[in-house]
Nanobody
Framework: QVQLVESGGGLVQAGESLKLTCQYS????????MAWFRQGPGKGRETVAT????????YYADSAKGRFTISRDNTKDMVYLRMNSLEPEDTGVYYC??????????????????WGQGTQVTVSS
């Protein structure tokens, strides 16, 4: 059974940076696609970034391109999201998620199997 635990959220001012961390517990991390999602106040859960098992392939939402960087360390079973130039619109609960690498389909939330409990990010203007 997979367990995901996020950390690193907090309250920052616009323009500042944060680095989120997701610790994966369980088997098959090295063969899992990993992702970060966020859910803002009154909004649905949206994909922020994804990374393939090998780190060769990444995907970013338009809102994250150029500001966020997803990475992973397969020796530590960890995934990271570096967020620069944060904006108030980035406020929300950030979730780490995983799915087996062999599973295809879009990067929307319904296509991910395992989820963390989330970490709150609040960006003040």
């Amino acid at each position: 059974q997979v367990q995901l635990v996020e950390s690193g959220g907090g309250l920052v001012q616009a323009g500042e940076s944060l680095k989120l961390t997701c610790q994966y517990s369980g088997s098959f991390f090295n063969s899992s696609t990993m992702a970060w999602f966020r859910q803002g106040p009154g909004k649905g859960r949206e994909t922020v970034a994804t990374i393939s098992w090998s780190s060769i392939s990444t995907y970013y939402a338009d809102s994250a391109k150029g500001r966020f960087t997803i990475s992973r360390d397969n020796t530590k079973d960890m995934v990271y999201l570096r967020m620069n130039s944060l904006e108030p619109e980035d406020t929300g609960v950030y979730y780490c998620a995983s799915r087996p690498a062999y599973r295809s389909g879009s990067y929307s939330a319904e296509n991910f199997r395992s989820w963390g409990q989330g970490t709150q990010v609040t960006v003040s203007s």
